[in-house]
T-cell receptor, first 118, second 112 residues
Framework: GAVVSQHPSWVICKSGTSVKIECRSL??????MFWYRQFPKQSLMLMAT?????????EQGVEKDKFLINHASLTLSTLTVTSAHPEDSSFYIC??????????????FGPGTRLTVT | KQEVTQIPAALSVPEGENLVLNCSFT??????LQWFRQDPGKGLTSLLL?????REQTSGRLNASLDKSSGRSTLYIAASQPGDSATYLC???????????FGAGTRLFVKA
C-alpha cells in the first residue's frame, strides 16, 4: 500500500522556538494532505487541509499564524509550529489521499511526530 | 455537522472471545468509512475501508459492516488475541465538508 513518512518522529524544543515537521508521500502523489493533532487518550483533531500549490484551509479555532503549513510539491507538506509553548506539546499526524489508487478516497497516515515543548 | 460516536469507550475481554465494536455517525452522506488501529504512542494502521456503496469488508479475523442509511458500522474481531490490544478508531469521509471525521475510539484489552 501507499506509504507516508514523517520527520522527525519526535522532537523536544524550548519554549519560544519554532519547529518544522515534514510529511512525505513516498510512492504516490498527494494533491491533498491533512494535518491532525492528538492529545493523550483523545482522538485525532483535524487542524488543516493542505492542497498542493495553494494556501491551506484551517479548521475553526486553529491559529494559522502559529501553525504554518506549506505544500510545495505533490509529495511534501510541512507544518511549522512557530513560537512553540508547552501547550503545543502533542502528537502531530499527517495523512495524504491517493486519488489515483482506485480505492475511493482512502487516506494513508504517517507514523506521527511527538512534539514536547519545555 | 458530522459527528462520529464509538461504543464502548473501553473493553476488556479474555483471549479467544469474539467481539464487536460499534461506530455511529449522524450524517449518512459519506464517501467511505475506515477502521484504524492505534497502538500506544504510535501512528494509525488502516484495517479496513468500506466505500459508501459497499456493505462489508473482511480481512483475516476482521469483518467490518456498514449500514449507511442508519448511520452505523460494526467491527467484528473473531478469536481475539492479546496482540489485538490497542485503540480502534472509526472515521468517516464526509461529503459535506470533504473531511475525515474521527470517533473517540474504543480501547481494547485482550487478557491472556
Amino acid at each position: 500500500g501507499a506509504v507516508v513518512s514523517q520527520h522527525p518522529s519526535w522532537v523536544i524544543c524550548k519554549s519560544g522556538t519554532s519547529v518544522k515537521i515534514e510529511c512525505r508521500s513516498l510512492d504516490f502523489q498527494a494533491t491533498t494532505m491533512f494535518w491532525y493533532r492528538q492529545f493523550p487518550k483523545q482522538s485525532l483533531m483535524l487542524m488543516a487541509t493542505s492542497n498542493e500549490g495553494s494556501k491551506a484551509t484551517y479548521e475553526q479555532g486553529v491559529e494559522k499564524d502559529k501553525f504554518l503549513i506549506n505544500h510545495a510539491s505533490l509529495t511534501l507538506s510541512t507544518l511549522t509550529v512557530t513560537s512553540a509553548h508547552p501547550e503545543d506539546s502533542s502528537f502531530y499526524i499527517c495523512s495524504a489521499r491517493d486519488h489515483t489508487s482506485g480505492v475511493a478516497y482512502e487516506q494513508y497516515f504517517g507514523p506521527g511526530t511527538r512534539l514536547t515543548v519545555t | 455537522k458530522q459527528e462520529v460516536t464509538q461504543i464502548p469507550a473501553a473493553l476488556s475481554v479474555p483471549e479467544g472471545e469474539n467481539l464487536v465494536l460499534n461506530c455511529s455517525f449522524t450524517d449518512s452522506a459519506i464517501y467511505n468509512l475506515q477502521w484504524f488501529r492505534q497502538d500506544p504512542g504510535k501512528g494509525l494502521t488502516s484495517l479496513l475501508l468500506i466505500q459508501s456503496s459497499q456493505r462489508e469488508q473482511t480481512s483475516g479475523r476482521l469483518n467490518a459492516s456498514l449500514d449507511k442509511s442508519s448511520g452505523r458500522s460494526t467491527l467484528y474481531i473473531a478469536a481475539s488475541q492479546p496482540g489485538d490490544s490497542a485503540t480502534y478508531l472509526c472515521a468517516v469521509y464526509d461529503t459535506g465538508g470533504f473531511k475525515t471525521i474521527f470517533g473517540a475510539g474504543t480501547r481494547l484489552f485482550v487478557k491472556a
